[in-house]
């Protein structure tokens, strides 16, 4: 493989500690290296530039169903934004639900090379696979969602441990899993009986079992196993006013457990788009940022790490399996609605959604989202997403970074505010002066991430023996700078390497790399039980056989990235 | 106002689509560079002069711009499509997307439209000598903005799915229409002056429809209120006024329920 040397570019990077200094990276064989061990390379001259490790994502909706039913029921979503192939580039379309290319290519300009899908219901973990494998570029790994599954339903209602972590490692097997997701513990099954889990500690029907418990028994499983990424939470009561409190009792239900990893994380629990999870209020109308308690909470807990998911104000396309929250935001808008149930496993919905300028409610989603990452005493623990395409387009990242490292921009944002003295009155944003640096960006965007998915030993970095993921972009940061120009240069990647192989070069994508899939392979002692009740439930309940069901061979993960785990004890 | 005039000279082996065919597009252009614009056959893009001729002067802004063509356009979409000032005059029949999504200026045509005519027009108005097809000022499939604003006048008979969620403006058919009309509706108003079939008014919210003929079924989520006098485009008589669509959801303005009103024209 060929050999690369950035030359003089302003380095930010996390893992080695560089802030904005001056540092020659090596690439050789796919890796960084040492400077002394390129001998022939070609050289990249990254004076002037920012140059960072890949981005990586680690929760984002790109592949899969309910991705694919928004770009099915959303034809007006890609009207105007097709491009013609050309070149080695090929034809890409949609906005806030664009193609499988146009995924990968647009990740690609930002810098990115990791992106985790973030709720792969396993029963379509086959479908799910096929759009991974037709994204190119990136390196993604898929969270099947475990939170409304009828076997850990049963197995943690008699806290069943050792059983629910067997079915996890057997599951994940199944689906080529990489992590546990929960969304909604027990409020998308309430949802099949017409019904919802507002806190934790609200029973699911038949079940009989709380969300309080399913937390804590996945948490406890998760670490039982000992996998790479703690358990990834979705709360219950996302996006109504008031539900501050359920995200602020979900986070206690992780204190006291201790992670038990070898990937290097510090969390055992991962609370994601936490700003749908941070309102005050009892109504719409008094709806108000609670991003102080909810910051409170994780600035002095640092065995949690969470997300963004920021407001970025476009006209975007809802979905996720919290299938009662989605007919709740149909009621509010009136736009269509599309609704699933996923057999004994989940559900899902889809909504169209506006985040208007002009609306006041949109404004305080927007500062909420900001807040919690300026309020962050640990960038390494709080990171940058928009919930793709839930809050908005991850195109936008660009433009969150402007924000949030810019007073300026974000005093243009609150004069494009229709309600703007409402907004400012709900919320805490128009007090903080903060502005974050590039180190702080590099650690919400890289290096964080990769260390709370449990692939600091891969990406987030650019310490030799780590992937060769490495973006350069067109931005000085020792000379001064309009807002829009921050936004500008990262949205548009000068040079990008994945893997040691160059995707970009002068701003055109000139490979579509080598694409692989990540997933966890979890060794656990034999359990004749819970192997048993697979095959029960598969000829009782399934609509297909257990050789319909599983994820394997090369036609499905065709260059897959195994991550061994040995639980057996 | 300065004139282009355009002339096809050369029928598509498939359809042309000419979004370039506007005051905006044109505008302070050359000849040449008129010619040049981009066109699209398929998969395959063309000049604008590859298959018409290009002749007169364009104005210096869209408002200042009138465009004339002339020829068998039936295999040419998007004429006008986005304008937002001027003049466009079709002397034949056009194919699909004549307007969409226009905001202003106005458009003529000497003949008839296919379908998507006024598609999410937000403003403007659009003059059809001739029949229109299906989805006269409706929304793009899959799309809730249907007609914004703006006019829409039919000497002819419109087909079907007329004014879907059709938000604002009006429309005027003077002939027949066929199914479907006003589904989803949240504003505007339609006029047909012939006779219509059936389901007028589905899921309608909000707006107006009114029928100065037959109407073959009346939806069942539509109930009679009264009888009222009016005038409606010109045209004074006595309409009976139909309320719905009853299983929709429905706004209140000062405590009393605002719904979709069908008014069929009573005759003696």
């Avoid at chain 1, 049963?154 to 057997?170: C, D, G, V």
């Avoid at chain 1, 501050?244 to 070898?262: A, Q, R, W």
């Avoid at chain 1, 390494?380 to 928009?386: D, G, K, P, Y």
């Avoid at chain 2, 199914?179 to 219509?196: L, M």
Wanted: aromatic share 10%.
């Amino acid at each position: 493989m060929a050999e690369y040397l950035i030359k003089n570019g302003f380095v930010f990077d996390p893992v080695l500690g560089i802030k904005g200094d001056k540092a020659d990276i090596a690439i050789k064989d796919g890796k960084i290296v040492e400077t002394t061990a390129v001998k022939n390379p070609k050289i990249i001259d990254a004076t002037g530039k920012t140059v960072m490790a890949g981005g990586v994502d680690i929760h984002a909706h790109v592949a899969g169903p309910k991705v694919n039913i928004g770009r099915n029921f959303r034809p007006e979503d890609k009207l105007f934004g097709y491009k013609a192939g050309k070149g080695i580039e090929r034809m890409q379309g949609g906005f806030s639900v664009p193609t499988t290319i146009r995924t990968g290519y647009n990740y690609a300009r930002m810098g990115y090379t990791t992106v985790m899908e973030a709720a792969m219901p396993p029963l379509y973990a086959r479908h799910t696979h096929e759009e991974m494998q037709a994204t190119p570029i990136l390196d993604q790994g898929a969270y099947p969602v475990f939170g409304n599954n009828w076997f850990v339903l049963e197995y943690l209602k008699n806290h069943e441990i050792e059983n629910a972590a067997a079915y996890i490692a057997w599951l994940l097997r199944a689906t080529k899993g990489y992590a546990v997701k929960v969304v909604n513990p027990g409020g998308t099954e309430a949802w099949a009986w017409g019904l919802n889990c507002d806190n934790v500690h609200d029973p699911v029907p038949y079940f009989d079992i709380t969300p309080a418990q399913i937390i804590k028994g996945l948490i406890e499983a998760n670490e039982y196993l000992g996998l790479p990424h703690s358990m990834h939470m979705h709360a219950n009561n996302l996006g109504n006013p008031g539900n501050y409190t359920t995200t602020l009792d979900s986070f206690k239900l992780s204190e006291g457990i201790k992670p038990n990893s070898k990937f290097g994380r510090d969390q055992v629990m991962h609370h994601t788009h936490v700003q749908f999870h941070s309102y005050g209020g009892d109504s719409w109308a008094n709806v108000e940022s609670k991003a102080k308690d909810i910051m409170g909470y994780v600035n002095s807990h640092d065995n949690i790490t969470i997300d963004m998911g920021q407001v970025t104000l476009d006209e975007t396309t809802t979905m996720t399996a919290d299938g009662p929250f989605e007919h709740h935001l149909t009621e509010l808008n009136h736009l269509k609605w599309a609704n699933a149930d996923v057999e004994l496993e989940t559900g899902s919905g889809v909504v169209p959604y506006i985040y208007s300028p002009n609306i006041k409610v949109c404004g305080i989603q927007w500062a909420i989202g900001l807040e919690l990452a300026l309020l962050a005493k640990d960038s390494m623990r709080v990171f940058m997403t928009t919930d793709h395409p839930n809050a908005g387009p991850f195109i936008r990242y660009p433009r969150i970074m402007k924000w949030l490292m810019s007073t300026e921009a974000r005093e243009q944002q609150f004069d494009a505010f229709k309600y703007k003295d409402k907004v400012i009155d709900a919320t805490n944003l128009a007090g903080i002066d903060r502005e974050l640096d590039l180190f702080e960006i590099a650690q919400m965007t890289r290096a964080g991430p990769a260390k709370s998915l449990g692939l600091a030993h891969m990406y987030g970095g650019l310490a030799p023996g780590l992937e060769g993921d490495v973006a350069i972009f067109d931005f000085n940061p020792n000379e001064p700078y309009a807002p829009d120009d921050i936004e500008k240069a990262f949205g548009g990647a000068e040079h990008l390497f994945k893997t040691g192989v160059q995707i970009i070069s002068d701003h055109e994508i000139v490979s579509n790399g080598n694409k692989r899939t990540l997933w966890v392979n979890a060794k656990v002692n034999d359990n004749p039980q819970v192997m048993r009740d697979v095959k029960e439930k598969f000829l009782r309940y399934y609509t297909v056989t257990l050789n319909n069901y599983e994820v394997s061979g090369h036609h499905y993960v065709p260059n897959p990235y195994v991550i061994e785990v040995d639980a057996t004890q | 106002m300065e004139t282009v005039t355009l002339t096809i000279k050369d029928q598509p082996g498939l359809f042309l689509e000419a979004d370039t065919i506007t005051p905006d597009a044109v505008a302070g252009k050359k000849t040449e560079e008129i010619t040049a614009l981009p066109v699209y056959v398929g998969r395959e893009e063309h000049r604008l002069g590859d298959y018409f001729e290009v002749s007169g002067k364009a104005g210096a802004t869209p408002a200042e711009t009138k465009i004339v063509v002339n020829g068998d356009l039936s295999r040419v979409k998007y004429i006008g499509m986005k304008m937002t000032a001027g003049e466009v005059v079709v002397n034949s029949n056009a194919d699909m997307y004549v307007g969409a999504w226009m905001q202003g200026g106005k458009i003529t045509v000497n003949g008839n439209v296919d379908a998507f005519a006024g598609t999410g027009m937000k403003g403007g108005e659009i003059t059809i000598k001739g029949n229109a097809g299906n989805y006269l000022g409706a929304a793009y499939r899959g799309d809730w903005r249907g007609m914004q604003a703006g006019k829409i006048t039919v000497t002819g008979n419109a087909g079907s799915d007329l004014g879907t969620f059709m938000n604002g403006g009006e429309i005027v058919v003077g002939g027949d229409v066929d199914v479907h009309v006003g589904t989803h509706a949240e504003g505007g108003k339609i006029v047909i002056k012939g006779n219509a079939k059936r389901r007028l008014g589905g899921q309608m919210v909000e707006g107006e429809i009114y029928v100065f003929g037959d109407i073959d079924l009346m939806m069942p989520g539509f109930v009679y209120r009264e009888d009222v006098d009016i005038e409606v485009d010109g045209t004074k008589g006595r309409f009976a006024l139909y309320e719905g669509d009853l299983g929709e959801r429905h706004r209140k303005r000062k405590g009393q329920m605002i719904y979709g009103k069908l008014y069929q024209q009573i005759r003696a």
